[in-house]
């Protein structure tokens, strides 16, 4: 169940590869570059990160050179053996020509004057044939520079996308998933995002491979947004007046029973009075408080006007949300449902594992399900988003015109209110009934307990998000809810006739153990390995040792599509 992928080993392309690697890095993390070329340094950065996405799919496991050490000289690597597969000496003709024109363009940012400290670095060993024309043809005026700057990042971008080209379909899947990654990683203030906006929408006008840079547009968009909107929320608690611009009265909505206790369905499709149109409405409950209440409106207002943003990124799978409720025991946010929908309440992933065999998804669907989640996830957490309630009933499926599930279009639901940007905020508590299955068996061990009623969450930390999808991964791949799966295969008869069920540290191991004994022979050793990955995440890691390791992982399974 594992695709195969594309590998190189001969010493001339890995040292080649290898070079051009390091050189990439060097240039693009120079400082100082004038204000007129930022454009053209974004859209090499662009092309920087998809070329270390290319590097780590053919060579995966191998040594990366830092940023300071440059590549090989020219000289060397025109020595350098040619094997004998027929490939290669293409590979090595690209490799060459790719890394001339890095050097060019290093020339052209160094020439500008860019304030370059390396003392490490032997630039000597650069002074090539094509280096020495390219200095000497450098024209000072700007439409030179950026004529030039314009060329060789064009013949960047074409050996890219050959270079690409070379990869499986789920290799080049997990490229185009890191672009945004890498790219956010490094461009994080609102000044970087607008650059990287402004270059990725000129790419996508241009470039026949416009998908992906249309993507990395719509996430800085996004982004830049969500910015705006935290920083105005921060200004409100400072002192600033609260506007909530998206609260709505159940008044405009035919009536429907609002939810009082846990027990109730706390999801319900109402119509809107003026037009019909059907909405969903998610509640959560809130004990009577009128301390806190103030600050959940303003947290549900920013949500809303979060998850409302016309540019929201594709695999953020959310729905589109047109405001909040508020009752003296309950809030809920208003979602629009998917227009291919035939306006049905959605199913929870949760509900699903119930469902008659017949409508269960194929083996095709599943792992192109826990994909599209992992995906999903890692597209939150790029924007420094935490859900804080990632589990397999905030996974929602609608019904298509015929009454089928559509397994492939999930929707998160569930969000807690709390400021989505900063991990280290308490999160206030909404629900004075908490859910025994999250309470038992969602958690993370280390959260330890739900807080008190009105006492707030443990601080979350992206680890705890990555943990719920190593569930979720358990449970696809079995088709059972956690809680049944350790009830049927992994307690005593004494647990199973005390109730008492395993927790924290012991409770981890049985998903350990559930993951290594049921799991490989259902689904492959790669999703194993990214579902293990999940259980076991550490503090630190960041978004682009979740798109290798789980993301990757998962692109790497495959099975025979049905026809």
Same mark, same amino acid.
């Given at each position: ?79 350098? =053996? ?86 499986? $379909? ?36 241009? &470039? ?14 996004? &982004? ?45 499709? =109402? ?11 998610? $509640? ?39 405001? $909040? ?10 979602? =629009?449902?998917?227009?291919? =929908? ?222």
């Amino acid at each position: 169940m594992e695709a195969a992928g594309l590998a190189f080993g001969t010493t001339a392309v890995f040292t080649l590869a290898n070079g051009c690697l390091g050189l990439i890095r060097f240039v693009s993390s120079l400082p100082g570059i004038p204000a007129e070329l930022a454009t053209h340094h974004a859209m090499f950065q662009f092309e920087s990160v998809l070329y270390t996405l290319w590097w780590e799919e053919v060579f995966p496991g191998s040594t990366q050179p830092t940023s300071t050490s440059t590549s090989t000289s020219t000289s060397a690597l025109q020595d350098l =053996s040619v094997s004998h597969f027929n490939i290669e000496p293409q590979l090595k003709l690209a490799l060459t020509d790719l890394h001339g024109s890095i050097v060019a363009i290093e020339n052209i940012f160094r020439t500008y004057k860019v304030d370059v400290n390396d003392p490490a670095a032997d630039f000597s060993s650069l002074q090539i044939g094509f280096r020495k024309k390219a200095l000497h043809k450098l024209a000072l005026h700007k439409e030179s520079v950026e004529s030039q700057l314009t060329e060789h990042i064009d013949k960047f971008r074409y050996w890219n996308s050959a270079l690409r080209s070379l990869l499986s $379909y789920r290799q080049q899947e997990v490229v185009k998933a890191g672009l945004v990654v890498g790219v956010l990683k490094r461009r994080a203030t609102e000044g970087d995002l607008v650059t990287v906006w402004d270059a990725a929408a000129g790419a996508t006008k241009k &470039q026949e491979e416009g998908e992906k840079y249309a993507q990395l547009r719509d996430a800085a968009e996004f &982004q830049i947004r969500r910015l705006k909107i935290l920083s105005e929320e921060e200004q409100a608690e400072g002192g600033a007046s609260v506007e909530l611009g998206l609260k709505r009265s159940l008044g405009d909505f035919v009536a429907h029973k609002v939810p009082e206790k846990a027990t109730d369905n706390l999801r319900i499709i =109402s119509r809107l009075k003026s037009t019909s149109t059907p909405y969903l409405f998610e $509640y959560k409950l809130h004990p009577p408080n009128p301390t806190t209440l103030p600050l959940l409106l303003s947290r549900l207002e920013t949500l809303s006007r979060i998850l409302s943003l016309a540019s929201k990124p594709e695999n953020l799978l959310s729905l589109n949300c047109k405001g $909040y409720v508020s009752t003296p025991t309950s809030l809920a946010l208003i979602y =629009s449902l998917p227009p291919s =929908s035939n306006k049905a309440l959605p199913t929870t992933l949760h509900s699903a594992y119930t469902l008659k065999e017949r409508k269960r998804p194929s083996l095709p669907q599943r792992l192109n399900l826990a994909r599209t989640l992992a995906k999903g996830l890692l597209s939150f957490h790029t924007f420094g988003w935490l859900h804080k309630s990632f589990h397999s009933k905030n996974v929602l499926f609608f019904e298509d015109a015929n009454d089928n599930l559509v397994f492939a279009s999930p929707y998160i639901s569930g969000f807690e209110y709390a400021r989505p940007s900063d991990p280290k905020e308490m999160t206030v508590s909404v629900s004075a009934n908490p859910d025994a299955y999250l309470r038992k068996f969602a958690c993370h061990p280390d959260l330890g307990r739900l807080a008190d009623v009105g006492g707030g969450m443990p601080r979350f930390e992206m680890r705890y998000d990555v943990y719920g999808l190593g569930l979720m991964l358990l449970e696809i791949a079995i088709w059972k809810p956690i809680d049944k799966i350790l009830e049927e295969e992994y307690l005593s008869e004494a647990e199973k006739h005390s109730r008492n069920y395993p927790s924290g540290k012991n409770l981890e191991k049985r998903w350990l153990k559930v993951c290594r004994d049921l799991v490989a022979h259902r689904m492959g050793r790669e999703y194993r390995d990214a579902t293990k990955a999940c259980l076991t995440w550490e503090n630190g890691k960041d978004g682009e040792a979740f798109l290798h390791e789980v993301v990757g992982r998962l692109e790497k399974c495959f099975c025979k599509s049905e026809n």
